[in-house]
């Protein structure tokens, strides 16, 4: 047998697609589904069909494939209820003393695109004696089957390969075929309407959606089959399943029964009644999941036939419960064990993700830090680069502009205008400046007064390119207090007059401390 235990990224595309599909349908651990998929030769229709029918004792496909001789393929070992057998039992059942359980197939509901419709009313007229014929001829051998019981039994495992067969598919009821949900639909309604209100669970599905259902939630199936044309069909709905021990039992939670009905006179109810042998109505059967026989097999518990009082029908069942309890009981911790462990394994992958998810915000931040503190050494860097540039511009352009200030008047100069300045130094200046001059004049001196103090005059020295001068600094008149800016033009003498006191102040102090303030 192949290891559980395969590494899903040593298998091939084909094969994780297959192992994809087939847990999509099964709800199966990996770990059991890989197994299987490779003992079907990684085939999903087949794996799927085992996994509800259950696998037959030896693998045919295994043993063929390691054989490698003419040797006939193994034979199914699961015991068949056959007339022969009937009286004698095998040796296999004679070492055992296990209870046997029959295999309840999975009855896979027809596809509603293929229901049929009603043949049109000239053929039924056509037909009408044959379909009278074909009546009488089949209450005669019902009549034999209910007096002869092996018969029909015997007849029903000759012809069980032809069930699905479009031939098997016609109803002699006249009843119309509907797809399966709507068909449960119908026998509810028709059971509402026959037998009045009651509070029986009926499933409202199709067999192998509550088959199905039973199998994945560990719950156990009561189908309950029933033919109009007995006449103690009646009596038992009425006296038994509608007693209120039997519907209290069946509703009581604690059971975990799932309730699924049909009539068969329906094409999907006839099906399950010929997969489960079924030879006397009415008919109740209990299916139940069995572990002992396999992993994935769904076996009938008990069957309840003909007329049965409330008390037995509940203590057959009771019975029958309480022998697959203890197995069930079993396959339930196993599967809470395996919920637990994957709720742990998800825990610990959400842990890991949130721890994950964090390095990586603590990563981010970091960087993002790191990369801010970084911006900021490059602008302030950038800062003292362009504050030493134009520290180097404007000391070249006081001495550019220095030596172009014109010398101050003469005494022999009449025409002149005298001005008293307040260097914001607190040191009084004062000097005399021609009446023409442009006010600029007056402010290129408070500006290039330092240049000018220092003898550093010299003519070779050239206007900064690309340097536009602004002068940070503006001359004003205490009293009464006027502001002479330089944007308004004109010539000293037009601006101040003969003569003025004026005080340097300073414009760059705010924007200087404002820059220390953000420091």
């Given at each position: 047998m ?12 084909d ?5 994809q599909?087939?847990?999509a ?23 799927i ?54 295999p ?15 043949a ?10 044959f ?8 209450k005669?051998?019902?009549f ?18 032809n069930?699905?067969s ?8 006249g ?21 009045g209100?009651h ?5 409202e ?49 604690e ?16 099906q399950?009644s ?74 610990q ?24 503190k ?10 003292e ?9 404007l ?10 200030i ?17 260097m ?30 220092s ?22 008149s ?6 002479y ?8 003498k ?19 401390d ?6």
């Amino acid at each position: 047998m192949a290891d559980a235990e395969v590494d899903i990224a040593q298998l091939t595309e084909d094969q994780q697609l297959a192992l994809q599909q087939f847990t999509a349908v099964t709800d199966q651990e990996t770990k059991d589904a890989i197994p299987l998929l490779q003992r079907c030769q990684w085939n999903v229709q087949i794996a799927i069909a085992r996994f509800f029918d259950g696998e037959p004792a030896e693998d045919p496909i295994a043993a063929a494939a390691t054989s490698g001789s003419d040797i006939p393929a193994p034979q199914d070992t699961r015991r068949q209820e056959t007339l022969l057998n009937g009286f004698t039992s095998s040796p296999r059942s004679s070492t055992s003393s296990r209870r046997r359980v029959d295999p309840a197939p999975r009855i896979v509901p027809q596809p509603e695109s293929q229901v049929t419709t009603q043949a049109p009313l000239i053929l039924t007229i056509f037909f009408t004696p044959f379909s009278i014929i074909y009546s009488l001829l089949s209450k005669y051998f019902r009549f034999i089957g209910y007096l002869f019981p092996f018969v029909p039994r015997f007849w029903g495992r000759l012809t069980a390969s032809n069930i699905n067969s479009p031939a098997s598919r016609r109803t002699t009821s006249g009843r119309r075929p509907l797809n399966p949900r709507d068909t449960a639909a119908r026998f509810i309604r028709e059971f509402d309407e026959e037998y009045g209100s009651h509070n029986l669970p009926f499933f409202e599905n199709a067999y192998a959606q509550a088959f199905d259902l039973a199998k994945k939630n560990l719950q156990f199936l009561l189908v309950i089959l029933v033919s109009p044309e007995h006449d103690e069909t009646a009596s038992f709905i009425r006296e038994t399943l509608l007693s209120q021990e039997v519907v209290d039992f069946i509703r009581n939670p604690e059971n975990n029964i799932i309730l699924w009905a049909g009539n068969v006179q329906d094409s999907e109810a006839y099906q399950v009644s010929a997969s489960l042998n079924c030879t006397k109505f009415p008919f109740a059967g209990l299916i139940v999941h069995t572990p002992q026989v396999s992993s994935t097999a769904m076996g009938v518990a008990t069957r309840i036939t003909g007329p049965t009082p409330p008390a037995q029908f509940i203590s057959k069942l009771r019975k029958a419960m309480a022998a697959h309890s203890e197995p069930l009981n079993r396959v339930r911790a196993q599967r809470t064990e395996q919920q637990a462990t994957r709720s742990i394994r998800q825990q610990q992958d959400s842990a890991y993700e949130r721890s994950l998810a964090q390095d990586r915000e603590r990563a981010r931040k970091k960087k993002e830090e790191a990369e801010r503190k970084a911006k900021e050494e490059r602008e302030a860097l950038e800062r003292e680069q362009a504050k030493a540039l134009y520290a180097q511009n404007l000391e070249q352009w006081r001495k550019w502009r220095a030596c172009r200030i014109s010398e101050e008047p003469g005494p022999e100069q009449k025409d002149v205008v005298r001005i008293s300045l307040r260097m914001p130094s607190a040191e009084r200046v004062v000097r005399k400046f021609a009446a023409g001059a442009h006010i600029e004049e007056l402010y290129a001196f408070v500006e290039c007064y330092e240049i000018l103090q220092s003898g550093e005059v010299s003519e070779k020295s050239r206007e900064p390119l690309g340097f536009e001068h602004e002068y940070k600094f503006q001359l004003v008149s205490p009293v009464p207090r006027e502001v002479y800016e330089l944007k308004a033009g004109g010539t000293i003498k037009e601006r101040i007059g003969r003569s003025g006191n004026l005080i340097v102040e300073r414009t760059e102090v705010e924007s200087e401390d404002e820059d220390e303030d953000e420091k």
